[in-house]
């Protein structure tokens, strides 16, 4: 139904009255700070729950809750995600060589006395974290010792990385102060706002090429030799949902940065769309002609995607991707 | 541990006097940059203050400082089909250096100790093959070119006593526009040149390492460290940083482990003080340090980081956004902002 032009002007006034603040403060405070303390609190429900019992079927609800949140807050790989080897830890992907399983495998074959959480902190990156609780809890053959002090050592390191994630980021000494003080004297790490928009800016970049180029691209391998046993998680049969829910967390985390980027929020939605429709929970279509179109269909919009936002979201914020990163040389 | 020869050497070279680069502000750094759709190059002092600014027809790479006259050889990018020999204290264009026909530069390039000679590194257009080319240090004439030894050759180093290390990245390149055509089969390796350019020793890494291109150098002791550029699956953790001194086998030092990826598999650029080396990787946005022995000491974070060079008992960094730092084990920290957009390299006068 059109609306009468006064009720248009109306609604024209009040926009310019009070516009919709958007800008880091807000990315902060609205998406990447609820978003460490949903993962912190899952974690931390996770390890309370391996402590109770280290059965698969018991831990399954705790292990996807937790790592649905992880995968919202996945792509900020900036401030403490980066120190003590935090991100790697809590999800070492991909991982071409086995490192990870090679690692873990050695861990069991160890003491079980020496499996506590402080043991494990010290231990390998690639044996940790959410895919180190997926090969103990859906093993691609018997595991050579019983699991359940790894299983509960892992989730106790993972809810005590999770919670120095969170804590990393709070408080008066924490990230997000680093942020928002950015340009104040005797910040070395943020000489001004537009860096903060930048580094914002490159990570949502960063994370729409990984799971173009990594998450959709290692089981799509080539025409010739697809590879659906790369999938990112798939024994926890969660490869297409870690998709969706790093695109819902991308997509919120551009629109709390600037609203004023419709092309990069519709090319969000039609990417979401497409992963939403896609039957595929594993990508183990691939291997067939046709649901590896579909999967080619799906890396294709997120690409398209971050072309947009390249353009788009550059202009709106005025950053680009950095004049030596983008060169090389 | 530095050898008292080298620490010496390294006391000398810090006190030759230049009295040429006096009349261009005596600058301890070139560095080339941006402003805007402008590029220019820049002369800075041990505190990272801009002494002069001259402007460039287009985006640079490296430079070459004279060691005896306030003379700049600016190289252009790859593939580099001119390099500019900038009078420093007064912009002009002395001269403009065209490679011979089917060469190009390739980047870098370095004078003899007493300015004579000019040595560029170079390709051959079809195919990369690597050239040094030598040019009359006074009038810039082509006055003759060695094989480099390997494919892509990019940095090279003059040791103390005239002989030269090469950085051959083992990339062959489409002439026309960087592709890259041989990631299967590169093999980079790293090459001592007699001063009369004789191949006195070569070396390459391990067969699993091949796709590491070794791009570039800093001196230490009787040999370097060098920085390289991984082109296999980014998800393989491989070093960014090795040690070669003629004679022996080159040793890779990889990071600590949670840093394993912090380089993002790049290096691109490298320095060495009297204790300490360190590259930059401005895909990760972090500088890395370690010890002279490849010990792990230190990564700072800071977005688009990639010039390096030793300053005093710590380094001066630059990045993208104009900003130069101080970088010591401890931290970075700024020391001047608002400059050009800083391109790849530092590059330190006298080294």
């Given at each position: 139904m059109p609306r009468p032009p006064v009720l248009l002007a109306l609604m024209a006034a009040l926009a310019l009255a009070a516009p919709a603040r958007a800008d880091y403060p807000e990315a902060i405070r609205d998406v990447i700070l609820p978003g460490y303390a949903a993962f912190a609190e899952a974690a931390a429900a996770l390890d309370t729950a391996a402590q109770a019992s280290c059965e698969a079927q018991a831990l399954e609800p705790a292990f996807h809750t937790a790592f649905d949140a992880w995968m919202a807050v996945a792509?900020?790989?900036?401030g403490p995600a980066e120190e003590d080897g935090r991100a790697l830890a809590i999800l070492f992907w991909p991982d071409p060589k086995g490192l990870g399983a090679k690692a873990q495998a050695a861990l069991l074959a160890?003491?079980?006395?020496?499996?506590?959480p402080e043991g494990l902190a010290q231990?390998?990156?690639?044996?940790?974290?959410l895919l180190g609780l997926e090969r103990l809890l859906w093993p691609a053959e018997p595991l050579p010792a019983d699991p359940c002090p790894l299983v509960r050592a892992t989730a106790a390191d993972l809810a005590r990385m999770a919670a120095d994630l969170r804590d990393g980021w709070?408080?008066?000494?924490?990230f997000a102060q680093a942020m928002l003080s950015a340009?104040?004297?005797?910040?070395?790490?943020?000489?001004?706002?537009p860096e903060v928009r930048q580094a914002i800016f490159t990570l949502i970049h960063a994370g729409l090429e990984q799971i173009a180029?990594?998450?959709?691209g290692r089981p799509l391998g080539s025409f010739d030799k697809p590879r659906?046993?790369?999938?990112?998680?798939r024994a926890s049969g969660r490869s297409l949902s870690n998709v969706v829910l790093e695109l819902q967390g991308l997509r919120a985390l551009t629109e709390s940065l600037t609203p004023d980027a419709p092309l990069t929020l519709a090319a969000f939605d039609h990417a979401l769309g497409l992963a939403e429709a896609l039957a595929d929970p594993v990508f183990?279509?691939?291997?067939?002609p046709g649901g590896r179109l579909k999967v080619e269909i799906l890396q294709q919009a997120v690409r398209a995607l971050r072309d947009t936002a390249a353009v788009e979201l550059a202009r709106e914020l005025d950053v680009d991707l950095g004049f030596n990163a983008a060169d090389g040389d | 541990m530095t050898s008292r020869r080298a620490f010496l050497a390294g006391l000398a070279a810090a006190a030759?006097?230049?009295?040429?680069?006096a009349a261009a502000g005596s600058p301890a750094f070139l560095a080339a940059g941006k402003r805007g759709e402008a590029h220019e190059l820049c002369g800075l002092s041990?505190?990272?203050?801009?002494v002069f600014r001259q402007p460039l027809p287009a985006r640079g790479h490296a430079a070459a400082a004279h060691p005896l006259r306030a003379e700049a050889v600016a190289f252009a990018r790859r593939p580099g089909v001119f390099a500019l020999v900038l009078d420093?204290?007064?912009?002009?264009?002395r001269h403009r250096m065209t490679p011979p026909e089917g060469r190009q530069f390739n980047g870098h390039g370095v004078f003899s100790a007493d300015g004579a000679v000019l040595m560029t590194s170079e390709v051959v257009?079809?195919?990369?093959?690597g050239r040094i080319g030598l040019w009359d240090?006074?009038?810039?004439?082509r006055i003759g070119e060695w094989?480099?030894?390997?494919?892509?050759p990019h940095d090279m180093k003059r040791l103390a006593d005239g002989r030269l290390i090469v950085a051959n990245g083992g990339i062959k390149t489409d002439?026309?526009?960087?592709?890259?055509?041989?990631l299967k089969a590169m093999r980079p390796n790293l090459t001592l040149l007699s001063q009369?350019?004789?191949?006195l020793d070569r070396e390459e890494l391990a067969p699993e390492m091949h796709r590491n291109s070794i791009r570039h150098l800093a001196l230490v002791g009787e040999g370097v460290a060098f920085a390289m550029q991984w082109?296999?699956?980014?998800a393989e953790p491989v070093p960014q940083l090795g040690l070669w001194t003629p004679g022996s086998a080159p040793r890779l030092c990889p990071p600590l482990e949670a840093e394993m990826f912090a380089m993002q598999g790049y290096a691109g650029s490298i320095a060495a003080t009297q204790d300490a080396l360190a590259i930059t990787s401005p895909r990760g946005g972090v500088v890395m340090l370690f010890g002279l022995d490849g010990t792990p000491l230190a990564t700072h974070r800071r977005a688009d980081v990639c010039g390096i060079a030793s300053a005093g008992d710590g380094f001066l960094a630059s990045d993208g956004a104009g900003a130069l730092l101080r970088v010591t084990v401890e931290g970075i920290a700024p020391?001047?902002?608002?400059?050009?957009?800083?391109?790849n390299h530092l590059v330190a006068l006298g080294s």
């Open positions: 792509p900020l790989r900036i160890g003491e079980p006395a020496a499996l506590t231990a390998s990156v690639a044996a940790r974290g709070q408080g008066d000494t924490g340009g104040t004297e005797g910040n070395a790490e943020f000489l001004s706002g180029d990594q998450q959709l659906p046993e790369l999938a990112q998680a183990a279509g691939v291997a067939t | 030759v006097p230049k009295p040429g680069w041990a505190t990272g203050g801009i420093c204290a007064t912009g002009a264009v257009a079809e195919g990369s093959a240090g006074a009038t810039y004439a094989d480099s030894g390997g494919i892509g002439p026309g526009d960087r592709t890259k055509l041989n009369e350019g004789a191949v082109e296999g699956d980014p020391l001047a902002q608002g400059g050009p957009q800083w391109d």
